[in-house]
């Protein structure tokens, strides 16, 4: 049996990063927050996480892209990430084997003798309204020779997102994405202070945000990964992407379930609001404030929210421990699942209530 170890508070500076809508004075819901969580890392946390997105990057070309400032590798990379939203990762992972995708070489060749004026720039390409059941567009007299419908992508919003995003990289970016994300984080990095993260992240975010097709949970998630893969000595890089917290409908749930939420007086729907003031992002990220994750690996950063917010994940999923998660619980009701090992500490608040008739 796997055990948490004992609970260790963070003692970074206070005034380095403060989170106005989870209040300091909430102590009770601080302390029961840190027990359940710091637990949870302890059974469920990854102390090799950034090792195994080095590995994946180096083994995906990815790292070499980004030393040498080639953008093709980085872009394929982002892309199959993308194509996971909406979709279980096994479904989605055998749809790409089969079916190929979109890859950088394939669409710069491809715009090459594109008729369309969607596909003059970034901002021409707003509203192509592509789908691929129907084979329609917003410019149905240049379908017949448009190259986007000639990737086998999983859906029609798949293919615009492939050309929304190569079309930024080449317009926005001046077609070096690894130079772009670093002029802006350096450009976002100019003093300290409680913000610095969350002005760091908005810089890479906000922008790509404008990316058809793409979600904050998904963007959190790839560039997390990009950021925290590089070489060592991009140390801004990895600061930034271990502030980066991606919220799921797993890590939603486990919020709302264990009481966390409701004792911070921040209970609300899944969605845009977990990223809101107050929601579940920034929870996270308070907690994770206080927990030691070089406790866990010494070379981690600290403090580590990608870290805690993985480990709250990886307890959740059916891929990890599969202790919290709806085939697990009947969410009409209070949790009764006995192989819980945070059980204890747990309000077991329930997910769904059934209306009385």
Request: with cysteine.
């Amino acid at each position: 049996m796997v055990t948490a170890a004992t609970t260790t508070i963070s003692r970074r500076p206070t005034t380095e990063r403060t989170h106005p809508k989870i209040q300091s004075g909430q102590s009770s819901a601080i302390n029961h927050a840190i027990r359940l969580i710091h637990a949870v890392c302890g059974l469920a946390g990854s102390p090799t996480l950034i090792d195994e997105t080095r590995a994946d990057l180096r083994a995906d070309k990815v790292t070499a892209a980004i030393r040498n400032r080639d953008t093709g590798p980085v872009f394929d990379w982002l892309m199959a990430g993308f194509s996971y939203q909406g979709i279980s990762d096994q479904v989605a992972y055998r749809y790409m084997e089969k079916h190929g995708r979109a890859t950088w070489r394939q669409i710069k060749e491809g715009l090459g003798g594109a008729s369309c004026p969607k596909l003059k720039s970034y901002w021409h390409f707003h509203d192509c309204r592509y789908d691929k059941i129907s084979r329609t567009c917003a410019e149905p007299d240049h379908i017949s020779r448009c190259p986007l419908p000639k990737h086998d992508l999983r859906n029609g919003r798949l293919n615009q997102t492939a050309y929304s995003l190569f079309l930024f990289i080449r317009d926005i970016a001046d077609g070096d994405l690894v130079g772009w994300i670093d002029r802006q984080l350096q450009d976002a990095n100019y003093q300290a202070g409680p913000d610095r993260f969350a002005r760091m992240r908005a810089s890479l975010i906000e922008p790509l945000r404008e990316v058809y097709g793409v979600s904050d949970k998904v963007l959190t998630m790839a560039l997390s990964c990009i950021l925290l893969g590089v070489p060592k000595w991009m140390s801004l890089w990895i600061e930034v992407g271990a502030s980066m917290i991606a919220i799921d409908t797993l890590v939603h749930n486990f919020l709302h379930r264990t009481g966390i939420l409701a004792r911070f007086k921040a209970s609300h729907a899944y969605g845009a609001a977990c990223y809101r003031p107050g929601g579940c992002a920034e929870v996270i990220d308070a907690i994770a404030d206080r927990i030691d994750a070089q406790q866990f690996n010494p070379a981690f950063p600290q403090p580590f929210p990608r870290f805690v917010q993985h480990a709250i994940w990886r307890y959740c999923s059916q891929n990890g421990l599969d202790v919290c998660n709806g085939n697990r619980i009947d969410d009409t009701r209070r949790c009764d699942n006995l192989d819980c090992q945070v059980r204890l500490t747990c309000d077991r608040v329930v997910l769904r209530n059934v209306p009385k008739r």
